[in-house]
Structure formats: structure tokens, C-alpha cells
């Protein structure tokens, strides 16, 4: 009879709890630990809060006897691998967040056994597993790689994603030392269909940086040829149509509001962060930072062009925006650029309403916004109807036919904008 492996999920987000439920779907005893006791109540009532798990799935693990929530670190000793799920956002100083990593590895110093193996799954600056992580869990008295293993493994969760399951996209995993990677291999093969071992830690970190500082310098230069060719009169929704034929050595980004998420604004910076620890330079995520940042500034400022272009000051105008979640189909608002465009817009005193089918109500600038119901009648009342988020939900047409005046930031009318004069595209 093989010995049922327990595991432990610290972190019980949009990573963390997957991943928790996909150990216990294999048959695993999961001890899930957070450090929010509404999180734990929640799910010990069988409810989920994270959109990708549903209350079934809590409910048939908790109905399995094999899933335990907790916010006891001390229930982490009985594990034999243990998952580490906290949030690495920025500072406002746009330095990297350590203090959730660096909590859970001082509480999980305290708990720890010999031979447990810990995999710490937040993206984080390169060397962090080893320079940081592995000296706060010795202070349990027992050595990285020897007396206990230690791995790192980044999280690929992309939450909304319904082509790619969580267990369908490739682990990449790195060992602080070979024993590390090869048990972190073994229990991560039993729960993801292929996993990609590395000959480090260091590699796995910065596997992550790339695969995300990738999309944020990309998005920052299409969006940096967007205000390009628009002062030249062309339209750049045709030019990527066209680069995308091209069947090799192309892959298509997207002009857009700003960069929003808590991906991609963030991650490029754990990188440049320790890169200026080896005098290195990161002159691209710098540039694209200072690009996509200044994507609000341009929205406000074609707003402002097109109302001037019907002798309408931005003071005064009614401005309904159509989409505040950071992207398409989820109801997330953090890092949104639709932030940045509504403070943008009150500044100058224009009048400001959403509608996001997503995103109910918002706490923003000290006060509280509420998600309009979209009808004709509010359509054709504004003076602009602002397209941010393109989400599949919205009639399109509906909208076209009762605006006076759109700015399209998504080329949401794509099918049928040539009808409609009154559609304009960053
Ligand atoms: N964006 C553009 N133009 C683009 C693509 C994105 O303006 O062409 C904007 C989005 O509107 C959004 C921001 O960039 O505001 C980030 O969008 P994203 O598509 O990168 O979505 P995220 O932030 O959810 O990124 C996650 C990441 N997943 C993980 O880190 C595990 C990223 O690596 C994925 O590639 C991405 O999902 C995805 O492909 O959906």
C-alpha cells in the first residue's frame, strides 16, 4: 500500500488554491494554509473565491476527508512537500515586495522537518530561493539540500485561460542542487503533465522574468508604433493584421489603454531590480515601463482631441467608459490602465461613468463607482463612449448604433467599423 504523500499549499489565491485542489483531485492529503481567516472560512463552508475553482471542487475535496485549510503552519510538519503560493507585488518605489516570501519562510522555519521539500512558486528576482529563502528556513536548524530540499517553480496560472488547464501547461523547476530539482520533479510529475527540469533555481526564476518581461517590452513597443502611426495616418490594427501573415518570426501584441495585471507590470521589475546589483543595464524594461505608462496619458489625450474636433472642452463632457478590468473577460482591476484614465479624466473635470459586466462596483480615487447599465438611452447620452476593455459580452453594434462620438482603444468594432464614422481607434 503506497504511503498517501501529504502536501502543503502556502497561499490559498489564484495559485495557490489550483493547485492545492489539483493534489487533491491525484489523492493527495493537502494541508492548504493562509494566512486570511475569511479565506479559511470560506473554504471550510465549501465556498471558492477564485474565479478558475469552483465551490464543487472545494466541496468534493473537503467531501474527500484529504483536503484541511488552516491559517496553523503547525499542520505543515506532517508534509512531505510543501508549496509556497504568496504574492511578490512592487512598492510604490517599483522595488520588489519580499515580506509575504519572507513570512511564510520564517513561519515555515519554525515547522520544518528533515527530508520535507519546500518550492517556493512566487515570481521573484533571481537568487532569491538560494540568497534569501534557504538562510530564513535554516533557521530551523536544518541545511538546504542536505537535511531538507528546496526549488523553485514558477507559477504559469493564467487565471480565465479556458484553452490551457493548469495541469496541461509545461513546470519548469529548478533544484538549489540536484537532489532538489529530482524530488521536486517527482512530485510535480504527478500532478502536471510534463515538467522541465532545470540545472538551477536561478534558471527557473529567471525562466519566469523572461517569459514575462518578454510581453511587457513587446506590448510597450507595439503600443509605442501605435502613436507612431497614428501621427502618420495609418492605421496599426491593419499593419499587425498584415505582420501576422507572415507565418515565421512574428507574433502579434496588441496597442492597448496601458499595461494592467499583476503580472506584467510587476515581474520585469524583480529583474531590473537585481540587475542593478550587477551594474547590468535593463535599458528595456525601463523603456517599456515609460511607454505603456504614458498609454493613459495618450487615451485622455485623443478623448480630448475628438470632443475639441466638435468644439466640446473635456470640462464638463460626459465620458462613459466601457471596461475597467485590466483585460478581456475577467473582473480583475489591478494595475488596470482604466484606473489611470478615469483619474486622468476627473482631473480635467470631465463626467465620469463605467460600465464593466465584470466589475460590479470599484473603490477608486476615495470613492465608490458603480458598473451603469448599459442601455441606449445612456449611450446616447454621453459625449465620448470610451472602449478600454474589450470584453466578449458587449453587443458591439448595439453600442455603434447609440454613441454619438467612440474612442475604440481595442479595435472592439473590427467586424463592421467601416460603417460607423464616428468610431475612432487609437
Ligand atoms: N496587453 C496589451 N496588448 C497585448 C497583450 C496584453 O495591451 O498584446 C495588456 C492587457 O490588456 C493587460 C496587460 O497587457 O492589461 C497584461 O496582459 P496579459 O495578456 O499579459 O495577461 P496577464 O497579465 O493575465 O498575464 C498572464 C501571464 N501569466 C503568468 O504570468 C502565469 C502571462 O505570462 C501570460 O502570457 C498571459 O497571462 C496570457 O497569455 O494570458
Given at each position: 500500500m503506497a504511503v498517501i504523500k501529504i502536501i502543503g499549499v502556502i497561499g490559498l489565491g489564484y495559485v495557490g488554491l489550483p493547485l492545492a485542489i489539483e493534489f487533491c483531485r491525484r489523492g493527495f492529503e493537502v494541508y492548504g494554509i493562509d494566512r486570511s481567516e475569511e479565506r479559511v472560512k470560506l473554504l471550510r463552508q465549501g465556498?471558492?473565491?477564485?474565479?478558475?475553482?469552483?465551490d464543487a471542487d472545494v466541496e468534493a475535496c473537503l467531501t474527500s476527508g484529504k483536503f484541511h485549510i488552516s491559517?496553523?503552519?503547525?499542520?505543515?510538519?506532517?508534509?512531505y512537500a510543501i508549496s509556497i503560493c504568496v504574492p511578490t507585488p512592487l512598492r510604490k518605489t517599483k522595488d520588489p515586495d519580499m515580506s509575504y516570501v519572507v513570512d511564510a519562510a520564517e513561519n515555515l522555519a519554525k515547522v520544518l522537518r528533515p527530508g520535507q521539500l519546500i518550492i517556493l512558486e512566487s515570481t521573484v528576482y533571481p537568487g532569491a530561493t538560494e540568497e534569501l529563502i534557504a538562510p530564513i528556513l535554516e533557521k530551523s536548524g536544518l541545511k538546504a539540500g542536505k537535511d531538507f530540499y528546496l526549488a523553485f517553480s514558477p507559477e504559469r496560472v493564467d487565471p480565465g485561460n479556458r484553452k490551457y488547464k493548469l495541469t496541461d501547461i509545461p513546470k519548469v523547476i529548478g533544484g538549489i542542487n540536484k537532489e532538489s530539482t529530482e524530488k521536486a520533479v517527482e512530485i510535480y510529475s504527478q500532478v502536471f503533465k510534463q515538467v522541465v527540469p532545470l540545472n538551477s533555481a536561478r534558471e527557473a526564476e529567471m525562466a519566469k522574468l523572461l517569459e514575462n518581461t518578454f510581453r511587457a517590452v513587446n506590448i510597450g513597443l507595439i503600443n509605442e508604433l501605435a502613436l507612431v502611426a497614428h501621427k502618420m495616418g495609418i492605421n496599426i490594427w491593419n499593419v499587425i493584421e498584415a505582420a501576422k501573415t507572415k507565418p515565421f518570426g512574428f507574433m502579434a501584441f496588441y496597442p492597448g489603454p496601458g499595461l494592467g495585471g499583476h503580472c506584467i507590470p510587476i515581474d520585469p521589475f524583480y529583474l531590473s531590480w537585481k540587475a542593478k546589483a550587477y551594474r547590468a543595464d535593463t535599458s528595456f524594461i525601463e523603456l517599456a515601463d515609460k511607454v505603456n505608462s504614458n498609454m493613459p496619458v495618450h487615451v485622455v489625450e485623443r478623448i480630448a482631441d475628438l470632443l475639441n474636433q466638435q468644439?466640446?472642452?473635456?470640462?464638463g463632457s460626459k465620458i462613459l467608459l466601457l471596461?475597467?478590468?485590466?483585460?478581456?473577460?475577467?473582473g480583475d482591476v489591478r494595475e488596470s490602465p482604466a484606473l489611470d484614465v478615469m483619474g486622468l479624466l476627473l482631473q480635467k473635470g470631465a463626467e465620469v461613468a463605467y460600465n464593466d459586466p465584470y466589475v460590479p462596483h470599484l473603490e477608486h480615487l476615495g470613492r465608490e463607482w458603480h458598473s451603469q447599465k448599459l442601455t441606449g438611452e445612456l449611450l446616447a447620452a454621453q459625449d465620448c463612449v470610451v472602449v478600454l476593455t474589450d470584453h466578449s459580452s458587449y453587443d458591439w453594434e448595439f453600442i455603434a448604433r447609440h454613441a454619438n462620438l467612440i474612442f475604440d482603444t481595442r479595435n472592439?468594432?473590427?467586424?463592421?467599423?467601416?460603417?460607423?464614422?464616428h468610431i475612432h481607434l487609437l
Open positions: 465556498k471558492s473565491y477564485i474565479g478558475d475553482v469552483s491559517t496553523d503552519y503547525a499542520l505543515l510538519s506532517k508534509a468644439g466640446k472642452p473635456l470640462r471596461g475597467v478590468a485590466y483585460k478581456q473577460d475577467v472592439a468594432f473590427k467586424s463592421f467599423k467601416s460603417e460607423f464614422q
